[in-house]
């Protein structure tokens, strides 16, 4: 879908010179910081369970001391925000310049949406770094909690592992029709299993 960006967007959009100056200015609010990582364009097979098991989450958070992270776009994962905001939390979005390029939507429900200067969406480069935008969304947080999720949210959970920050996994199925539909256009086989690479990754471990 393609936004049509208003003044209140606007106001809400901070442009970082790199990944560290977007994690200092997100750490300014002397908050922990939890971030949901998961599918995004790809949805979730029961979205409605999904929804269940994040408002558990933030349930047993407190909106005082938290602030709520995940990549500024409603889909998806993105359900995170206004489940947030009905408890009152402080919300934050970080995401790729891509996003705005190509017209991405951002949630109304995000108070704050860091763009990285990125030509990638995020995951690891070819020089096996993490790129600028996941090395923000890494990088600001304290915990990362993952309701399934495919390759560049499992490079942000390993990367977290690596470095020792709180880490959760909770699996869920993406959109099958979708994930299909997309293997069809990428003439790829249909995938055997829809819990993504995120529980790839903690199945091997």
């Avoid at 200015?25 to 029961?46: H, K, L, Q, W």
């Avoid at 020089?127 to 947080?141: C, E, F, I, P």
């Amino acid at each position: 879908m393609v936004e049509t960006r208003t003044a209140a967007d606007s106001s809400r959009i901070v442009r970082p010179a790199d990944a560290d100056a977007a994690i200092a200015r997100i750490r300014e609010a002397g908050r922990s910081v939890v971030t949901f990582v998961g599918f995004s364009g790809a949805g979730y097979e029961d979205a409605a369970a999904v929804e269940r098991v994040i408002a558990k989450l933030l349930d047993d958070l407190s909106p005082t001391t938290v602030l709520i992270c995940a990549g500024a776009t409603p889909e998806g994962i993105g359900a995170a925000y206004p489940l947030a905001k009905k408890r009152g939390f402080t919300t934050i979005g970080i995401v790729s310049a891509l996003a705005e390029k190509e017209g991405a939507t951002f949630s109304q429900d995000v108070d704050t949406v860091f763009v990285i200067a990125d030509d990638t969406w995020g995951g690891v480069n070819s020089d096996g770094k993490l790129s600028q935008t996941s090395s923000a969304m890494v990088g600001a947080a304290d915990e990362m909690i993952a309701v399934g999720g495919g390759e560049i949210a499992r490079d942000e959970i390993a990367a977290a592992v690596a470095t020792g920050k709180k880490v959760r996994y909770i699996a869920a199925d993406m959109n099958h029709d979708a994930a299909i539909r997309k293997a069809k256009e990428m003439r790829q086989p249909a995938p055997g299993d829809f819990r993504g690479a995120v529980h790839t990754y903690f199945e091997r471990k």
